[in-house]
């Protein structure tokens, strides 16, 4: 199949980026399934790259090559094999889950691969990563001999594909119920099949390690705290003591796993599930160092003003609920909400509780999701590291 582009509209692909809206295609030559590989040329049919095509969808074509080469389990495999010598240079000791692919940002659009010590979880978003599905297997078996492959393929971008969720194992075992990863020397226990996304938020690893660095003799709360990730680095860190907030019974049942197996002590850790709004609200404790790593309050980009408002109110909470110099790390991981967007909500909020507040690093995913510069849609995960005046 060959996809011609309107006049003008190949700028975007010949930088780099990996999305071609369908409204940008003039012709389509040819004719094959969802999900089906396409060359991509120019209005003046000059050649841009290889692709994969769903006609049903406004993200019409992902681009896997600007390249004249095969599509095949050899390019798979060089692909994957690339990000993995990314992954091994830059992962920290004594660390055993990763992600491997990051989509687009390892240019394999619509891919997702989270390695968990000897399984693999994946995700195949879309329907050219469904027809791509085997080779993708067979690469990763090639480069990792894992004892399992196993697939969660569920979420928006899946729907929008016409695709249903998919589940199950792909190759290999079946992992356990619960599979034992490594991550800074903290263990943690993961949920592949019940937990969110592929069962761990490995996207915050950098950010969970300098809060580590910072709780030393400190009051914590861990809102938002899933399976307890930011919680148990602040106690390794020596912190005095860390609630962790989540409205998820079943998350904060492994979180009090994950605390034990860390073998720390239970009289410091509390865990309560509540809904974070009201808890903040209605507790009469301050802290010296808070947590807030909600979910996307903004999963479309028409819920953009109601979910700033979301995140006005939980930030100017938990800016009241902090000591005198006491610390924020606060995050937004919609990828509807601008660095910007999210920096102005959180200066309405300390306007509006009356502190001045100081902004110490602008935090982000960690080195093992890296985003392709030709892509900005790429970046999801927005933090800030804020100290609170007096
Ligand atoms: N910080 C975590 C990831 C947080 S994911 C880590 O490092 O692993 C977001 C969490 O927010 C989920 O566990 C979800 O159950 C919880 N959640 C969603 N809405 C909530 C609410 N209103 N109050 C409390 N928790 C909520």
């Given at each position: 199949m060959t996809v011609r582009l309107k006049r003008g509209r190949d700028g975007p692909v010949r930088a780099g980026h990996p999305w071609i809206f369908s409204g940008a295609i003039d012709a389509v030559e040819g004719q094959g399934p969802a999900g089906a590989l396409v060359r991509v040329l120019a209005s003046d049919g000059s050649f841009l790259g290889l692709g994969y095509h769903n006609p049903h969808c406004s993200i019409a074509i992902r681009m896997l090559?600007?390249?004249?080469t095969l599509v095949n389990a050899a390019f798979i495999y060089q692909r994957l094999k690339t990000a993995l010598a990314l992954r091994q240079a830059l992962l920290p000791p004594e660390t055993t889950g990763y992600r491997l692919v990051n989509g687009e940002g390892d240019f394999l659009p619509g891919f997702v691969v989270d390695v968990y010590g000897q399984f693999v979880v994946c995700q195949c978003l879309t329907a050219g990563a469904e027809a791509l599905k085997p080779l993708l297997v067979d690469g990763l078996v090639a480069l990792l001999s894992p004892i399992g492959i196993y697939e969660k393929s569920e979420g928006n971008v899946r729907r929008e594909e016409g695709l249903p969720n998919a589940a199950g194992v792909l190759w290999g075992a079946e992992p356990p119920p619960l599979i034992a990863i490594r991550e800074n020397r903290c263990q943690f226990w993961i949920d592949p099949r019940g937990g969110q996304k592929t069962g761990f938020f490995l996207d915050q690893r950098n950010n969970r390690a300098l809060l580590g660095n910072l709780a030393k003799g400190k009051s914590v709360l861990n809102g938002f705290a899933y399976t307890g990730g930011f919680g148990v680095f602040a106690a390794k860190g020596g912190a005095k003591n860390i609630v962790s907030v989540d409205s998820s019974d079943s998350a904060l049942h492994l979180a009090r796993r994950n605390w034990e197996s860390n073998a720390l002590p239970s009289e410091q850790g509390r865990f309560l599930q509540a809904d974070m709004f009201t808890y903040l609200r209605d507790t009469p404790q301050r802290f010296e160092l808070i947590v807030l790593d909600p979910p996307p309050f903004v999963r479309r980009r028409q819920d953009l003003q109601a979910g700033l408002k979301g995140y006005k109110e939980i930030n100017l909470q938990a800016l009241r609920k902090l000591e005198p110099g006491g610390q924020l790390f606060t995050f937004s991981c919609s990828q509807h909400v601008s660095a910007l967007d999210f920096m102005q909500t959180v200066l309405f909020a300390a306007a509006d509780a009356r502190r001045e507040v100081q902004l110490l690093q602008q935090l982000g995913s960690a080195y093992d999701h890296p985003m392709n510069l030709a892509h900005p849609e790429g970046v999801y995960l927005k933090g800030f590291w804020l100290c609170v005046g007096d």
């Open positions: 090559t600007r390249m004249d």
